[in-house]
């Protein structure tokens, strides 16, 4: 896996299209704040960092940008998105909702198997601490992602991805720095209440989460420097 400065460069399987893995590079880049707000994505750069054509970096810079992960600008080219105050406040209640149906709906009905897989990927989690900043924040936002899709409501789990991936920029442009032990903690927290199979408790435990995660994310004010683009995607291209 990777650390905060340098992270490893993700595996390029053979069966994936090229448009696919440019998609995941920087879909991960930005997750893990590699890319932050408002950097800009060039066509030719990521094209030649990647080896592919600029009709297929355009495609997944369309791909992103439905995602609300990239700003598409007429004549001024890509960057990654910039929420705006209020659009992180939107998205946070929004979050907060279905993540509430989330916990409703795996209450009572949680298996053995799939408490073993969060517990699983909350150790994960604890592991990453000692390795850096990047791996610990795709890893916090995909123990909620895991937690959608063991709902069994595809839906949600697709919202809920998205979601969270653009949480991942709010904390990046208006958060402040807090330590990795948060986040393990309270998803230890989560997976103990819905073993308990107390709705009541668990969605409580998940709502003090997310209000605890919306403080954090929502603090400092934006500023964004310009940055080398061209060494950060060095440790994502094959």
Do not use: W
Request: with cysteine; net charge positive.
């Amino acid at each position: 896996m990777s650390d905060g400065a340098t992270p490893s460069k993700p595996n390029r399987r053979h069966d994936l299209p090229r448009g696919e893995a440019v998609y995941r590079a920087l879909r991960r880049a930005i997750i893990e704040q590699a890319l932050r707000p408002g950097d800009k994505l060039p066509e030719d750069v990521i094209g030649e960092r990647f080896g592919v054509s600029r009709t297929i970096v355009r495609g997944v810079l369309g791909r992103l940008h439905a995602e609300g992960l990239v700003e598409l600008k007429l004549n001024r080219g890509a960057t990654v998105a910039r929420p705006s105050l209020e659009e992180a406040c939107d998205i946070f209640e929004v979050r907060r909702s279905l993540e509430r149906d989330v916990v409703r709906r795996l209450v009572g009905r949680v298996t053995p198997r799939q408490i073993a897989l969060l517990e699983a990927h909350v150790a994960r989690e604890g592991e990453a601490r000692a390795r850096g900043a990047a791996e610990s924040i795709r890893l916090a936002g995909e123990f909620h992602i895991l937690l959608a899709e063991l709902s069994g409501n595809a839906v949600i789990a697709r919202y809920i991805n998205e979601l969270v991936s653009r949480c991942s920029l709010i904390l990046a442009l208006y958060g402040r720095p807090h330590s990795p032990d948060c986040a393990v903690n309270e998803h230890l927290e989560i997976v103990a209440a819905l073993r308990s199979g107390d709705a009541g408790k668990a969605i409580a435990v998940m709502e003090h989460h997310l209000d605890a995660v919306t403080e954090r994310a929502l603090l400092a004010s934006a500023r964004t420097p310009q940055r080398d683009i061209r060494a950060i995607l060095d440790a994502y291209a094959p």
